[in-house]
């Protein structure tokens, strides 16, 4: 079982254009998306689900269709904590905060703090990310580091950079989930996702459900993870 399942929730707007109505229509659609698959993950007793909310090139869409995202992502917010709480879950944000409106920083600002407790899944909301936006900013934190005199560029390894990274306290996935038929990463966890597992699927994220999310998993199952090594080695 993976402890880290990564998903790109795409095909909102596909969805929402098949059936004639305006983006914001999936978008709405999508969050019984994101209720059953929370829900899967933590009856799977997986540790971390890092759901792809909104990237930093999303803030070059319509103004229109973000205002209705932002307000969406507050509606959901205020209609999903109690069962998030009961059902001990822990919310965690990624990305550029200082994008992000104050009320809406606000409304998720509350909900971390009354889930900080909670020992279940913990679900990683990346809001306002990009895997080069964050990779840019643990250089220059680690450029200022080596500027100051308190680290050597000799002294830079692999594990310097992975815990300079907004990730730092979260285990890199074990399986990335994208939905709707795309084959990218779209500047996701780059770093991170070096030695996932990838899986795509065709289906819409509105129509992405439970037994969707359990066929990603069983799939996972049926791979074998080397690592580098060979089959003989982690026999």
């Given at each position: 079982?993976?402890?880290?399942?990564?998903?790109?929730?795409?095909?909102?707007?596909?969805?929402?254009?098949?059936?004639?109505?305006?983006?914001?229509?999936?978008?709405?659609?999508?969050?019984?998306?994101?209720?059953?698959?929370?829900r899967?993950?933590?009856?799977?007793?997986?540790?971390?689900?890092?759901?792809?909310?909104?990237?930093?090139?999303?803030?070059?869409?319509?103004?229109k269709?973000?205002?209705?995202?932002?307000?969406?992502?507050i509606?959901?917010?205020?209609?999903?904590?109690?069962?998030?709480?009961?059902?001990?879950?822990?919310l965690?944000?990624?990305?550029?905060?200082?994008?992000?409106?104050?009320?809406?920083?606000?409304?998720?600002?509350?909900?971390?703090?009354?889930?900080?407790?909670?020992?279940?899944?913990?679900?990683?909301?990346?809001?306002?990310?990009?895997?080069?936006?964050?990779?840019?900013?643990?250089?220059?934190?680690?450029?200022?580091s080596?500027?100051?005199?308190?680290?050597?560029?000799?002294?830079?390894t692999?594990?310097?950079?992975?815990?300079?990274?907004?990730?730092?306290?979260?285990?890199?996935?074990?399986?990335?989930?994208?939905?709707?038929?795309?084959?990218?990463?779209?500047?996701?966890?780059?770093?991170?996702?070096?030695?996932?597992?990838?899986?795509?699927?065709?289906?819409?994220?509105?129509?992405?459900?439970?037994e969707?999310?359990?066929?990603?998993?069983?799939?996972?199952?049926?791979?074998?993870?080397?690592?580098?090594?060979?089959?003989?080695?982690i026999?």
């Amino acid at each position: 079982m993976p402890k880290h399942v990564a998903v790109i929730m795409d095909g909102n707007g596909r969805w929402a254009k098949k059936r004639g109505n305006q983006r914001i229509f999936g978008h709405r659609n999508g969050v019984q998306s994101v209720r059953e698959t929370v829900r899967a993950a933590g009856e799977l007793e997986i540790d971390y689900l890092t759901l792809y909310a909104f990237s930093t090139e999303n803030w070059n869409r319509p103004k229109k269709e973000i205002d209705a995202l932002m307000s969406l992502l507050i509606t959901s917010i205020e209609k999903e904590t109690p069962e998030l709480i009961k059902n001990n879950v822990r919310l965690v944000t990624i990305g550029d905060q200082s994008l992000i409106s104050e009320k809406v920083k606000t409304k998720l600002d509350g909900l971390i703090a009354k889930t900080k407790e909670n020992t279940g899944l913990t679900v990683v909301l990346a809001l306002s990310y990009s895997a080069r936006w964050e990779i840019t900013m643990a250089m220059q934190q680690i450029a200022k580091s080596i500027e100051s005199g308190d680290l050597k560029p000799e002294e830079v390894t692999e594990q310097t950079i992975t815990t300079t990274l907004s990730t730092a306290k979260i285990p890199d996935p074990d399986l990335l989930i994208r939905t709707s038929g795309e084959h990218r990463i779209s500047n996701f966890l780059l770093w991170q996702i070096a030695y996932a597992e990838l899986y795509f699927t065709e289906t819409l994220w509105p129509d992405f459900r439970a037994e969707n999310f359990y066929e990603a998993i069983y799939a996972y199952q049926q791979r074998e993870r080397r690592f580098g090594k060979t089959s003989e080695q982690i026999l």
